[in-house]
């Protein structure tokens, strides 16, 4: 791709900053909750995965609100997250399924709503009309005049452990097994302060864990990591003005990642444009480190425009590391539109290469969602990937990779079916192929059961797995129970492998605001046998 293609598209991206600032006058200077936003990555039966994880504050055992708008939209559902670990999550639904799709991006919040709300979004998400722009009213001068405001700190604490042992061996022939035992306790804390003095708030999202492998000691065994150190404030007389200081994911874009820095923001949490500074953290460590230092401006929009729900970023990236690495320039852009239940989107990323000196397509992705009929619809999806590796020397872009996909889904009043084939292609693998089916009946005139089942077959013309699985769930007033069977079957170079798997989940409100969460996994396979379980108390306050 010549520069002189890309020029244009970069002097049209240069519009949105002023667009979004020319509807600012009415943006409120803060918004009631800060929602993440993760896009699913992949589907595996009944088993979401999210490119978002304990680095955005998503902890094992955390119920997700998802919402159908960028800010205070009605609810879709919610989702139970099984495992959480940096950059990424897996989740199951938490009561009745709702329609999600692989590649869709959602928005979602760690902190449950008002049971008002939640009665009040017990209708279909789309009955509901989001909010404009236009309806907004800004809360800094309110709570500025009424002098009565106190300061409100909110968070939660968990602490607990996860247990495997597990015995393996190279193949069913091997009369030798390997026996390992791998343990962690861990406690985490993540604290959110608003209406503090001199209008500043603060968020916090720690973790301590003691990582103990019987075979092989890991360094260091405790491990300390801060993903969010954050300190904003506000100004009164510039109230849509944001500086906010510390370690902290920009949010507001999806391109720039993680900062230890300084952002000045000036909008609402819908709309605004922002410039960032600072260094990136230490890829290893998680910790402070000068290395890398970059830069950022970046501008994005949400708002109604008729019917259709509009949603826009934009980002402009600078990294200069000192360490030997090559220099990293590029754009990033992502645009969504939803009209009803249906949605069309993608994403675009441009680097600069540094080999030969010119701008470099690195990441495009498009998905639509069409609803056909009733509660039928449609989905696709396309990717193609040149991941850029910073760390790579002295050619930083990778080989690549394509996938895309389409599938239907039926969405009825007691349960959910979906169905998606997917094709993925790659410069160093063969073209594999992907067929899936889930199903799910919320509760069943027997006993109020629920159940699940999901089946999928990948092969790549040379090797296959095939993997199907039952679940059954009960509420028992506000606890849960899940059980659950999967069955996995890998045919790799020659060679069969099968593996039984046995989960059961428990979800139980200790208190008012403490929650234990219980989960254990049996593996019984010819190369392999594992025994896991985890353990987690958490309080809210």
Not at 37 to 44: D, E, N, R
Not at 85 to 98: H, K, T, Y
Not at 371 to 397: C, E, F, H, M, V
Request: aromatic content about 14%.
């Amino acid at each position: 791709m010549k520069p002189s293609r890309i020029h244009p598209i970069s002097s049209t991206l240069m519009l949105i900053p002023f667009l979004v600032l020319s509807s600012l006058k009415v943006a409120s200077a803060q918004e009631s909750h800060d929602l993440i936003k993760a896009q699913i990555v992949q589907i595996s039966g009944q088993t979401l995965y999210l490119n978002a994880g304990r680095n955005q504050g998503i902890s094992t055992g955390d119920t997700l609100t998802v919402y159908a708008g960028v800010k205070n939209g009605h609810i879709r559902g919610r989702l139970h997250v099984i495992a959480s670990i940096s950059q990424s999550c897996s989740a199951e639904f938490l009561g009745r399924p709702f329609s999600l799709t692989r590649g869709e991006e959602i928005y979602f919040s760690t902190v449950a709503p008002p049971q008002k709300q939640i009665a009040q979004n017990s209708a279909s998400p789309d009955s509901v009309r989001r909010k404009s722009i236009m309806d907004e009213k800004s809360t800094f001068k309110t709570s500025s005049r009424s002098n009565v405001a106190s300061p409100v700190i909110t968070g939660r604490i968990m602490t607990g452990g996860y247990l495997n042992l597990s015995q393996s061996r190279f193949s069913s022939l091997d009369p030798g097994w390997i026996h390992q035992t791998y343990a962690s306790p861990f406690v985490n804390l993540m604290l959110r302060g608003r209406e503090l003095p001199g209008n500043l708030q603060f968020d916090v999202n720690m973790r301590w864990s003691y990582r103990y492998l019987k075979r092989r000691p890991i360094s260091p065994a405790n491990l300390f990591s801060i993903y969010n150190i954050k300190v904003s404030k506000q100004f009164k007389a510039m109230p849509l003005l944001t500086v906010s200081v510390g370690r902290f994911y920009n949010q507001y874009e999806r391109f720039s990642g993680f900062w230890d820095g300084v952002m000045l923001r000036y909008g609402s949490y819908s709309n605004g444009v922002g410039v960032i500074t600072g260094f990136e953290p230490s890829l290893s460590s998680q910790g402070f480190s000068t290395s890398v230092p970059k830069h950022s401006v970046f501008a994005y929009a949400s708002q109604n425009i008729g019917p259709v729900w509009s949603s826009s970023e934009i980002s402009f990236n600078a990294m200069y590391p000192n360490n030997g690495w090559m220099n990293h320039l590029y754009w990033g852009l992502h645009q969504d539109f939803r009209l009803g239940r249906s949605l069309i989107g993608g994403s675009v990323q441009v680097d600069r290469d540094p080999t030969q000196g010119k701008w470099t397509l690195t990441q495009g992705y498009l998905q639509g969602r069409f609803q056909l009929i009733g509660g039928l619809s449609a989905d696709a999806n396309w990717l193609k990937q040149r991941p850029y590796q910073i760390w790579l020397t002295p050619d930083p872009i990778s080989y690549t990779r394509t996938s895309y996909g389409g599938g239907l889904s039926y969405d009825f009043s007691s349960g959910y079916i979906s169905s998606n084939v997917s094709v993925e292609k790659s410069d160093l693998t063969r073209t594999a192929d992907n067929y899936s089916l889930y199903g799910s009946l919320q509760r069943s005139r027997f006993w109020q059961l629920g159940f699940s089942a999901h089946g999928s077959y990948w092969s790549d013309h040379s090797n296959k797995v095939l993997s199907a699985g039952l679940g059954l769930n009960r509420w028992f007033g506000q606890d849960q129970f899940n059980l659950g069977y999967d069955f996995y079957r890998t045919d790799f170079i020659g060679q069969a492998v099968v593996t039984h798997s046995i989960t059961a989940h428990f979800y139980v409100p200790l208190m008012k605001k403490m929650i234990l969460d219980l989960q254990t996994r049996f593996d019984i396979g010819s190369v392999t046998q594992n025994k896991s379980v985890y353990l987690s108390i958490w309080y809210n306050f």
